[in-house]
């Protein structure tokens, strides 16, 4: 599963595998892999903003990553936070986005 993981995701330099785990000591080489673009493992229906967001939370080194708050504040939920938002069936969305 790693594998794959990282054939699809490229492979991490010796500095992202030291930002993940500084105790790790590698004895088996990792396989080489460049990563695509974000949108070739999405489906098509996902916006732009959408596979920006997965690839801003999908970075090796943790220090890169998008944390919780700053992912909420996306671009590609600013729908959710329209005034008056409602659900299909009608019902009214509450107020997801109040941290306070």
Same mark, same amino acid.
């Given at each position: 599963?790693?594998?794959?993981?990282?054939?699809?995701?490229?492979?991490? &330099?010796?500095? &992202?595998?030291?930002?993940?785990?500084?105790? +790790?000591?590698?004895?088996?080489?990792?396989?080489?892999?460049k990563c695509p673009?974000?949108?070739?493992?999405?489906?098509?229906?996902?916006?732009?903003?959408?596979?920006?967001?997965?690839?801003?939370?999908?970075?090796?080194?943790?220090?890169e990553r998008l944390?919780?708050?700053?992912?909420?504040?996306?671009?590609? +939920? &600013?729908?959710?936070r329209e005034e008056?938002?409602?659900?299909?069936?009608?019902?009214?969305?509450?107020?997801?986005?109040? +941290?306070?």
């Amino acid at each position: 599963m790693i594998i794959q993981f990282i054939k699809k995701l490229g492979t991490p &330099d010796k500095e &992202d595998v030291a930002a993940m785990n500084p105790d +790790f000591a590698s004895k088996k080489k990792l396989p080489k892999g460049k990563c695509p673009p974000m949108n070739t493992h999405l489906p098509k229906e996902i916006e732009e903003s959408g596979a920006d967001l997965m690839t801003k939370l999908l970075k090796y080194k943790p220090g890169e990553r998008l944390n919780a708050m700053q992912a909420m504040a996306h671009p590609y +939920f &600013d729908e959710l936070r329209e005034e008056n938002l409602v659900f299909p069936t009608g019902n009214c969305l509450c107020d997801i986005f109040n +941290f306070t």
